[in-house]
């Protein structure tokens, strides 16, 4: 008897080891009535979703035609629209952040702060414009109870306020804020080509402090801002407050698109020999953020996720039942107690006939994956 007893005892530790171990991310839900969604972010309280909402056409952004939808997060998760056009009349909005700390004077912690723009955008007729000079590109603060617009300001080539440098924002896609409240945007340099003074194309990451953010938001042109240059086009940018570093990713476009994940610490943004390699020659990335327990999570352009595991490899993570994404975009995360967390995952294009695409898909991952 004590012999069958043990068998059962050690079962059932082998099942809830197997069961913790091979645990598979699930869909809890998917929120739909999106208009090409592209960017997800939590509230820091875990309170509110945003989705940003990057209307397009056949060949390029519909101009005043973005906007933000919100939803409120309760306890399960369960997710409650607030409001389809929570903002509205936006050109080309690409990613979203919350500031961490004031902008004396401008704006208080925990105002939304958007990043929009692009000189790709669509005329009426179908066509793509020929100049993008009158057109805004820059940053955009608002209240995230109410919507309303706090500040904006323009940091296009045509703008009076002047980034450090000779390379303004031209068609940035990316945003992140470390704990210190100096944002990082990603820009891809693209369409340079489309503004009355032609820009070079240039892909370039750049760093402004909050003393920066105040100039700029009072109309001055910010002095203590950082500029890097990097070869490949960046898709996404996250800070990891453990390591104090700025995560990006990169897709290199010459021949086969390949995607790179690399990290930089805050101190060392400056110095373009400090970039360090996360992983590389993987396919092509879309975006990317980190695990509560510091794990890079990776979706590619094919709509998978995974992990890097070395400096060229990476494991698929896989869903019960099998999926994939449909063209995802830059995902939310929220962490739950024990480890699992939850991630919102735009979801931009798809065959309406197959209910993919225009839609943000709610996936519980756990702790063990």
């Known amino acids: 008897m004590k012999i069958l007893i043990r068998f059962f005892v050690l079962f059932a530790a082998i099942s809830t080891i197997r069961i913790t171990y091979g645990a598979k991310p699930v869909v809890l839900e998917d929120l739909t009535g999106f208009d090409r969604p592209v960017s997800a972010a939590f509230s820091p309280d875990g309170t509110s979703l945003f989705v940003v909402n990057r209307s397009r056409g056949e060949v390029g952004a519909r101009r005043d035609a973005g906007s933000i939808t919100k939803f409120s997060v309760v306890e399960g998760p369960d997710f409650k629209l607030a409001s ?26 925990g105002s939304l702060i958007l990043v929009s723009g692009t000189p790709l955008i669509e005329t009426e007729d179908g066509r793509m414009i020929k100049d993008a000079s009158a057109d805004f590109i820059g940053l ?53 080509n489309l503004f009355k003074n032609r820009i070079k194309a240039q892909p370039v990451i750049y760093r402004i402090s909050t003393i920066g953010l105040v ?31 700025v995560f990006f990713v990169a897709n290199h476009i010459q021949g086969a698109t390949k995607g790179s994940v690399f990290k930089v610490a805050r101190s060392d943004f400056h110095n373009v020999m400090k970039i360090q390699t996360v992983v ?24 998978e996720l995974i992990v890097p595991r070395g400096r060229k490899a990476s494991r698929l993570i896989r869903f019960k039942p ?48």
Request: hydrophobic letters at 35%; zero cysteines.
């Open 84 to 109: 389809k056009q929570f903002i509205v009349g936006l050109t080309a909005p690409s990613d979203i952040d919350f500031l961490p700390v004031d902008l004396a004077g401008v704006a208080p912690a």
């Open 140 to 192: 955009s603060l608002y209240d995230p109870t109410t919507g309303r617009l706090i500040k904006k300001v323009d940091l296009g080539p045509a703008s009076d306020v002047k980034l450090k440098g000779e390379n303004p924002l031209v068609s940035p896609n990316s945003i992140t804020i470390d704990r210190s409240g100096s944002v990082y945007i990603g820009d891809t340099g693209i369409g340079g």
């Open 215 to 245: 100039d700029m938001f009072t109309g001055k042109s910010p002095m203590d801002v950082g500029v890097m240059k990097i070869s490949s086009i960046p898709g996404d940018i996250s800070y990891q407050s453990a390591e104090d570093s």
């Open 280 to 303: 590389r020659e993987l396919t092509a990335l879309s975006s990317m953020r980190l695990t509560p327990d510091g794990k890079v999570l990776l979706a590619t352009n094919k709509g």
């Open 322 to 369: 099998e999926m994939t994404f449909s063209t995802p975009g830059k995902f939310a995360m929220l962490p739950e107690p024990g480890g699992a967390f939850i991630i919102a995952v735009p979801e931009e294009t798809g065959s309406a006939g197959a209910g993919k695409g225009q839609r943000v898909r709610i996936v519980r991952v756990p702790s063990k994956f």
